[in-house]
């Protein structure tokens, strides 16, 4: 039976003031926190937070790995228990994605993210990347083994949760009307960051794919976001708040799921009130987010942190990050605030600012390079900062757990 597209009407609350306003707040902040480093240090922070995205999406499916093995992987370091090994190809592949999404963005400044073509190609570049294993998924009732084909709409019918998926016949019609009303060129003001929240249950709605939809979502909304654009994402993302609230966020879906409750509840087939409610607990988690990282990245933080990393090098209370050891000079925290604060600093910049001997201060150099806390194209070219998955625990507390914490959980 097909079932027409509006039946996942309304598709953007009706004008709400509240929304309107922490849409406003959610841009004014996220654009502060743009402006609050150096270009070329955005660059690293967002390297480290395509780790982060990964690990916490991944997380939402159920699937751990910790930062530290997934840039293991990115090494061609992979784990030799087999099934860790998966797990670090599954996160390459979401982190694979986000670069191929950022430089379709690029290429392409008029796309439209919620294009039916655009949401298959996300599922067939996350899929193409994953393991064999992880392409497979099992009935319900365990009688049968399907493959799941990267970028191709689902032929069968789901159930997840209480959630009845639309019939594989009118999953074409649905996106159709999805790619049409989410084009983000018919939305002005805050209101394509309202339409990034409501399109992001949608898309979980209508189900396209037999597996993989919570990820393409997350992917699809992060892809919505910087097309907007909405300056200073990058430097934050939806899915480590949506991971840290996995119950909050699996119930508002549940809740925007329902069908209209009464005649004061929209005039649509869908619940106005639960797609109000999911919306404002979405901007609530960008706001969050914001939050914490324009707390963690003030630059006088920063520079404490980094002050505080080097004395424990220095004293050998943490270890280095290579094997062999050495005990790192305090001089060379100056070198670190200075590349985090200037972006990009030639060499001889570097020794002149931390004050040593110009031969103490080549090996103090050539000791943050071989650590990888910092890095340079050319032999002898200027070094920018470089915010491993080792430097970044001690940087940025809580952005993701220890692996200690890991291992309890």
Known sequence: MVLAPHLMDPLIPDRREDLEDM????VAKSAALGGQLHPITQDAVAGLLRIVNSYYSNLIEGHSTHPVEIEQAMREDY????????????????????????????????????????????????????????QWITTKDKSERIRVHGGQLRTRDIEVGRHVGPPPESIGAF???????????KHHGVTPLIAAAAGHHRLMWIHPFLDGNGRTARL?????????????????????????RRSDYMGALSHADA???????????????????????????????????????NLDGLRDRISGYIRLRAEKLIASPTPDGRPMKVEAAYMLIEALTRGEV??????????LAERTGRQVLSQLLEDGLLSSNMPRGPVRLVLSTHFASYLFQNLYPSQMDVGRE
């Open 23 to 26: 849409a406003r707040n959610i």
């Open 79 to 134: 784990s030799q228990d087999p099934a860790k090994r998966e797990l670090q190809q599954e996160s390459l592949a979401h982190i694979a994605c986000q670069k191929k999404i950022a430089n379709a963005l690029d290429s392409q400044p008029d796309i439209n993210p919620a294009s039916r073509e655009f949401i298959c190609w996300i599922h067939e570049e996350v899929y193409k990347e994953l393991p064999e294993k992880f």
């Open 175 to 185: 996106l159709d009307r999805f790619e049409s009303f989410y084009d983000i060129s």
């Open 220 to 244: 699809f909304t992060d892809a919505y976001l910087k097309r907007i654009p909405l300056p200073g994402y990058g430097l934050w993302n939806i899915s480590r708040g949506l991971a840290r």
């Open 259 to 297: 069908t209209r409750r009464n005649d004061l509840d929209g005039r649509g087939n869908l619940s106005r009130e639960g797609l109000i409610d999911f919306c404002r607990f979405f901007l609530k988690i960008c706001q969050d987010q914001i939050k914490y990282m324009t707390d963690l990245l």
């Open 346 to 355: 030639p060499r001889g910049d570097m020794i002149r600012v931390s004050g």
